[in-house]
């Protein structure tokens, strides 16, 4: 190689371990007041799902928790030194369909895409956290996908205890029973984004709120204080999991 080329490929690599810090993509699930996208182009967004005895909607803890989580991540990085980003597909009550929201995460720094649920089912009985991958026979990166999501139900499920003993780590699932065998719309979307090949892609469950007794213990009350007791061990999980850009430089 001749010393100009070297010099280049040197300039390159100093801009690569100077890129930005990389990004933690969280998606609040649902929002608005209709179907985004279409099914026929697996863009669409339900506006709710589960809604709690009580009558408060999924779409709307969702945004709550994201946002709690979203501090409690820039904290977690401030308290360790590190520097990262949080990045949300929703801040208020909208919809965004999924190839909107698939395009906010499809970024060079994302280091992963967390989609957060709050889950219904079980008539009213049931209970526990859960993470939601895409199957294996239709992800590439089933491996690191299932080892996050893992990781990540598991410091949902730790806090969760906390207020409801009796909560369950139900682990990691995966979503074949979601359209007919053809699996999650988001993931189908996440899965065609240039930059998402190899990053963690998980939803993550945090509890049946159509279960009274964990809208007792989980949403009565300080929810905004429970949440955050969640969402810091989430976000303790996020930052270790995510790596420095400058483990990411390639060798050379
Ligand atoms: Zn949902």
Redesign the pocket.
């Known amino acids: 190689m001749n010393p100009s080329r070297l010099c280049l490929l040197l300039l390159a690599l100093a801009s690569a371990v100077r890129a930005d810090p990389p990004a933690i993509l969280i998606d609040p699930?649902?929002g608005g007041a209709a179907v985004a996208g279409s099914l026929d182009q697996r863009s669409n967004s339900s506006p709710n799902?589960?809604t709690s005895p009580g009558g408060l909607k999924?779409k709307d803890l969702t945004l709550e928790f994201s946002l709690i989580l979203k501090e409690e991540i820039l904290a977690e990085a401030d308290r360790q030194g590190r520097v990262l980003g949080v990045l949300l597909t929703r801040e208020s009550d909208v919809n965004p369909n999924f190839i909107e929201r698939a395009k906010i995460c499809d970024r060079p720094d994302t280091a992963c895409v967390v989609s957060i649920?709050f889950n219904a089912g079980g008539g009213g009985k049931a209970s526990g956290s859960l993470a939601l991958i895409a199957a294996k026979e239709r992800n590439p990166d089933y491996a690191i996908d299932r080892a996050f999501a893992a990781g990540l139900s598991a410091a949902c499920s730790k806090a969760v205890r906390e207020y409801l003993p009796g909560s369950k780590d139900r682990g990691v699932i995966h979503d074949s029973h979601l359209h007919g065998g053809r699996g999650s719309n988001f993931f189908f979307q996440l899965q065609r984004c240039e930059h998402l090949k190899g990053k963690p892609k998980c939803f993550l469950e945090v509890e049946f709120i159509d279960n009274p007794a964990v809208e007792k213990a989980l949403l009565d009350g300080d929810r905004a204080a429970k949440f955050r007791t969640v969402a810091a061990s989430i976000a303790a999980y996020l930052v270790a999991a995510t790596e420095e850009p400058a483990k990411r430089r390639p060798k050379d």
């Open positions: 699930g649902h799902n589960a999924e649920h």
